[in-house]
């Protein structure tokens, strides 16, 4: 059974950073790709920012520039450094990790974590 768990939420005032973390762990082959998605009260669950193994990454348009993904293939872990953050940015961030070929399922499958809260707030 594939797990991931993610770290680093809490709360920030306008303007400040957070690094969130999520670590896959559980008896993994590969991971296609790892992301991060973000849920607001009242609204769809959306993209904040992929990166795949190769390291080529993808970016919600809104995001760029003021979010960074990265990985750790061996570590089977993600980032997502959030600078300057504002209000709008509260949300429950969620790790998503594409394509996990495990020895019980080589083909892969998605796995998502059970999400990390984000407020941003004077």
């Known amino acids: 059974q594939v797990q991931l768990v993610e770290s680093g939420g809490g709360l920030v005032q306008p303007g400040g950073s957070l690094r969130l973390s999520c670590a896959a762990s559980?008896?993994?082959?590969?991971?296609?790709?790892m992301g991060w998605y973000r849920q607001a009260p009242g609204k769809q669950r959306e993209l904040v920012a992929t990166?795949?193994?190769?390291?080529?990454?993808n970016y919600a348009d809104s995001r760029q520039g003021r979010f960074t993904i990265s990985g750790d293939n061996a570590k089977n872990t993600v980032y997502l450094q959030m600078n300057n953050l504002r209000p709008e940015d509260t949300a429950v961030y969620y790790c998503?990790?594409?394509?996990?070929?495990?020895?019980?399922?080589?083909?892969?499958?998605?796995?998502w974590g059970q999400g990390t809260q984000v407020t941003v707030s004077s």
């Open positions: 998503h990790a594409d394509l996990v070929a495990t020895v019980a399922d080589p083909d892969g499958m998605p796995y």
């Open positions: 559980g008896s993994i082959l590969s991971i296609d790709a």
């Open positions: 990166i795949h193994r190769s390291g080529d990454t």
